[in-house]
């Protein structure tokens, strides 16, 4: 059984930055495809980056520039850098396998505010 463990939020002040991390456990992590997502207050789930088991990345245009997918597959852990937050980036951020097929983690909680 998948699990997956995000830590690293909370609250930081416009401008600032957060390194969000992702455990996974119980799968091979390293030949899949990892994304991070968000939820919103009142809003759907959305991806806002993922990376390829060979490093490739790509990102929502709302987060491309100031956030920033890596992985480590040794360590079976994905990371989200945070740069110069905005308030509307507060959301609970998650980790899954790229199309959301594993069951959700807790998530982490990101607040922007001043």
């Known amino acids: 059984q998948v699990q997956l463990v995000e830590s690293g939020g909370g609250l930081v002040q416009p401008g600032g930055s957060l390194r969000l991390s992702c455990a996974v456990s119980?799968?091979?992590?390293?030949?899949?495809?990892m994304g991070w997502y968000r939820r919103a207050p009142g809003k759907q789930r959305e991806l806002v980056a993922h990376i390829t088991k060979d490093g490739s990345t790509n990102y929502a245009d709302s987060v491309k520039g100031r956030f920033t997918i890596s992985r480590e597959n040794a360590k079976r852990t994905v990371y989200l850098q945070l740069n110069s937050l905005k308030p509307e980036d507060t959301a609970v951020y998650y980790c899954?396998?790229?199309?959301?097929?594993?069951?959700w983690g807790q998530g982490t909680q990101v607040t922007v505010s001043s």
């Open positions: 899954n396998r790229y199309g959301g097929v594993w069951a």
């Open positions: 119980g799968t091979i992590f390293s030949i899949y495809t």
